[in-house]
């Protein structure tokens, strides 16, 4: 039979030796948890943490996760791993025939805190700096005072800087919770948990706002203060990062529009089912890369980048040739022709991929967050904000550097200059289509990765892309860009305040008074919708 770990750490404990004192000290602590009380089990708890003995921790460990078993028959303790199989606590070895009376050992909330701050003080001293940097923030959480030597020992020898500072914090939480720790030493802990200004700190340094020491309270009420006021700004500068999260998004959905509403003054409600298309053409590449090659499933978002592209290009390429054409100029009819076609796309993708959500994974490269000066960044937003700004000067770049877009330019100032000296307007008209549906197919990739792919993904985003490009200046991209970032930080601004659904009203209110000042946007750009 293959062995488990529990029984590997216990065998090279076995190993090392331990001496007789330590082993003794085990056995009394494995003897009180065969007793099956609180009380025992949490002096047990404080004995097997304290013995030295290196099989503490697969016990610990199996205690932790539910596979530490007692037999009121002999009095003996057994450990379980995950296929069922059944070893002796002490030494490690296989129980060929298990007790009929397994009891799993009993804890309550008190007794897995105190367990798991037991393995993180174990942890203290690994070679692993990440492993010691998560064991003191786990002493940090417990602020164990029997944890206090062991901590003072790892943050003599730790050289590692970062888990040097949280050392040092988990040491002043614990001084800060200990009764009879002088007044100096509470101090220096209330100065170093002022440095750290997170939540965490906040909590442990209120508690000793309220203690005889006049002393003590003042610089415990200042040290509040600090980190309250840091809390404050971090607060804000959060909200900003939301807001310029939220605007790369709405970017991103409207920067397609600002092309086919904006330069060709073409009313398309059926917008929102571009940025579907390029949802579901996400969905369906990685579905092939997890039936085909699952190994290679992080390179599915670049091939569907320009694969939904195409997708969401060609459907605007059919949208502008079979109905847009017969309708230049008549904003209010392609306005309900291009709502009837949103209709058959949803309808469309719902027969044939279902109403159901479907699942869209995230590379290993767009998951986790990182701390940044106490902000909270997560690698998926960061990477939309940088595709975004990507597709933005890419499309920049594509209208000023190339002989389409100076011809889009030329057919959006003057059409009839333009088709005088030969340009072909109608074909400029469709690849200028298919251009902001493809820009849209785009958004669909990014839009999978942070919403829920689904037949009405794209009718979330609509509105709120009239409403940038409206804003921002029709047919200025620069004014998209402005609309969409100002808009995305002043609704995450609101939230808070009025809730989601008033805050998106008293945008709308805000934008509606702002039209009525300024109807061409901020930044107003003239063009074939001016001129009509």
Same mark, same amino acid.
Request: charge should be positive; hydrophobic fraction near 55%.
């Given at each position: 039979?293959?062995?488990?770990?529990?029984?590997? @750490? %216990?065998?090279?404990?076995?190993? @090392?030796?331990?001496?007789?004192?330590?082993?003794?000290?085990?056995?009394?602590?494995?003897?009180? +948890? $065969? $007793?099956?009380?609180?009380?025992?089990?949490?002096?047990?708890?404080?004995?097997?943490?304290?013995?030295?003995?290196?099989?503490?921790?697969?016990? !610990?460990?199996?205690?932790?996760?539910?596979?530490?078993?007692?037999?009121?028959?002999?009095?003996?303790?057994?450990?379980?791993?995950?296929?069922?199989?059944?070893?002796?606590?002490?030494?490690?070895?296989?129980?060929?025939?298990?007790?009929?009376?397994?009891?799993?050992?009993? @804890?309550?909330?008190?007794?897995?805190? /105190?367990?798991?701050?037991? +393995?993180?003080?174990?942890?203290?001293?690994?070679?692993?700096?990440?492993?010691?940097?998560?064991?003191?923030?786990?002493?940090?959480? #417990?602020?164990?005072?029997?944890?206090?030597?062991?901590?003072?020992?790892?943050?003599?020898?730790?050289?590692?800087?970062?888990?040097?500072?949280? !050392?040092?914090?988990?040491?002043?939480?614990?001084?800060?919770?200990? &009764?009879?720790?002088?007044?100096?030493?509470?101090?220096?802990?209330?100065?170093?948990?002022?440095?750290?200004?997170?939540?965490?700190?906040? &909590?442990?340094?209120?508690?000793?706002?309220?203690?005889?020491?006049?002393?003590?309270?003042?610089?415990?009420?200042?040290?509040?203060?600090?980190?309250?006021?840091?809390?404050?700004?971090?607060?804000?500068?959060?909200?900003?990062?939301?807001?310029?999260? !939220?605007?790369?998004?709405? +970017?991103?959905?409207?920067?397609?529009?600002?092309?086919? *509403?904006?330069?060709?003054?073409?009313?398309?409600?059926?917008?929102?089912?571009?940025?579907?298309?390029?949802?579901?053409?996400?969905?369906?590449?990685?579905?092939?890369?997890?039936?085909?090659?699952?190994?290679?499933?992080?390179?599915?978002?670049?091939?569907?980048?320009?694969?939904?592209?195409?997708?969401? &290009?060609?459907?605007?390429?059919?949208?502008?040739?079979?109905?847009?054409?017969?309708?230049?100029?008549?904003?209010?009819?392609?306005?309900?022709?291009?709502?009837?076609?949103?209709?058959?796309?949803?309808?469309?993708?719902?027969?044939?991929?279902?109403?159901?959500?479907?699942?869209?994974?995230?590379?290993?490269? /767009?998951?986790?967050? *990182?701390?940044?000066?106490? +902000?909270? %960044?997560?690698?998926?937003?960061?990477?939309?904000?940088?595709?975004?700004?990507?597709? *933005?000067?890419?499309?920049?770049?594509?209208?000023?550097?190339?002989?389409?877009?100076?011809?889009?330019?030329?057919?959006?100032?003057?059409?009839?200059?333009? #088709? #005088?000296?030969?340009?072909?307007?109608?074909?400029?008209?469709? /690849?200028?289509? $298919?251009?902001?549906?493809?820009?849209?197919?785009?958004?669909?990739?990014?839009?999978?990765? %942070?919403?829920?792919? #689904?037949?009405? !993904?794209?009718?979330?985003?609509?509105?709120?892309?009239?409403?940038?490009?409206?804003?921002?200046?029709?047919?200025?991209?620069?004014?998209? @860009?402005?609309?969409?970032?100002?808009?995305?930080?002043?609704?995450?601004?609101?939230?808070?305040?009025?809730?989601?659904?008033?805050?998106?009203?008293?945008?709308?209110?805000?934008?509606?008074?702002? %039209?009525?000042?300024?109807?061409?946007?901020?930044? &107003?750009?003239?063009?074939?919708?001016?001129?009509?």
């Amino acid at each position: 039979m293959r062995p488990s770990l529990i029984q590997i @750490l %216990i065998a090279i404990a076995l190993l @090392l030796a331990p001496l007789p004192a330590l082993a003794a000290a085990l056995d009394d602590a494995l003897a009180r +948890l $065969a $007793a099956d009380s609180y009380s025992e089990t949490e002096k047990a708890i404080g004995e097997i943490t304290a013995s030295g003995d290196q099989a503490a921790l697969a016990i !610990l460990d199996a205690m932790a996760n539910r596979r530490l078993f007692i037999s009121a028959g002999d009095k003996s303790v057994y450990v379980k791993d995950g296929a069922g199989a059944v070893f002796e606590a002490r030494t490690g070895k296989p129980v060929a025939s298990a007790p009929a009376d397994l009891a799993m050992v009993r @804890l309550n909330n008190r007794l897995r805190g /105190m367990v798991e701050a037991s +393995l993180g003080s174990l942890t203290l001293l690994s070679p692993d700096a990440g492993k010691r940097l998560a064991a003191a923030e786990t002493v940090f959480k #417990s602020k164990d005072e029997k944890l206090l030597g062991t901590v003072e020992g790892a943050l003599a020898k730790e050289q590692n800087a970062r888990v040097k500072q949280a !050392l040092s914090e988990a040491r002043a939480a614990i001084i800060l919770a200990k &009764a009879d720790a002088t007044i100096t030493a509470k101090t220096e802990a209330i100065a170093v948990l002022a440095d750290r200004a997170d939540r965490d700190a906040l &909590a442990v340094v209120r508690g000793a706002t309220a203690t005889p020491s006049p002393e003590l309270n003042a610089a415990a009420e200042a040290a509040v203060q600090t980190i309250e006021r840091r809390l404050y700004f971090v607060g804000l500068a959060q909200n900003v990062w939301y807001g310029l999260s !939220l605007g790369s998004v709405l +970017l991103l959905a409207a920067i397609g529009l600002a092309i086919t *509403f904006g330069v060709m003054g073409v009313i398309n409600m059926a917008h929102g089912e571009m940025v579907m298309l390029g949802a579901y053409t996400t969905f369906v590449v990685q579905e092939a890369f997890r039936t085909m090659a699952p190994g290679w499933f992080d390179w599915s978002l670049p091939i569907a980048i320009p694969l939904a592209f195409l997708v969401a &290009a060609l459907a605007g390429i059919a949208i502008e040739r079979g109905i847009i054409r017969f309708l230049y100029g008549r904003p209010l009819e392609t306005l309900l022709a291009t709502w009837g076609v949103s209709l058959i796309l949803q309808q469309a993708v719902r027969t044939t991929f279902g109403p159901t959500n479907r699942e869209v994974g995230n590379p290993s490269y /767009m998951s986790g967050a *990182f701390d940044f000066f106490g +902000l909270s %960044i997560t690698y998926g937003r960061l990477w939309i904000i940088v595709f975004t700004l990507v597709v *933005f000067f890419a499309l920049l770049l594509a209208l000023k550097a190339t002989p389409l877009g100076l011809q889009m330019r030329a057919v959006t100032q003057n059409r009839r200059m333009a #088709s #005088s000296m030969g340009i072909r307007t109608g074909w400029i008209d469709a /690849m200028t289509f $298919a251009l902001g549906s493809g820009i849209a197919g785009i958004a669909g990739v990014a839009l999978s990765q %942070i919403d829920n792919v #689904s037949p009405n !993904l794209g009718q979330s985003y609509i509105i709120d892309s009239f409403m940038v490009v409206v804003f921002g200046g029709v047919g200025n991209l620069w004014g998209t @860009l402005f609309g969409a970032f100002v808009l995305g930080v002043a609704n995450k601004f609101l939230e808070p305040v009025a809730g989601a659904v008033l805050g998106k009203i008293l945008i709308l209110v805000l934008l509606i008074l702002f %039209i009525q000042r300024r109807p061409r946007g901020m930044f &107003a750009l003239k063009g074939r919708a001016v001129e009509a």
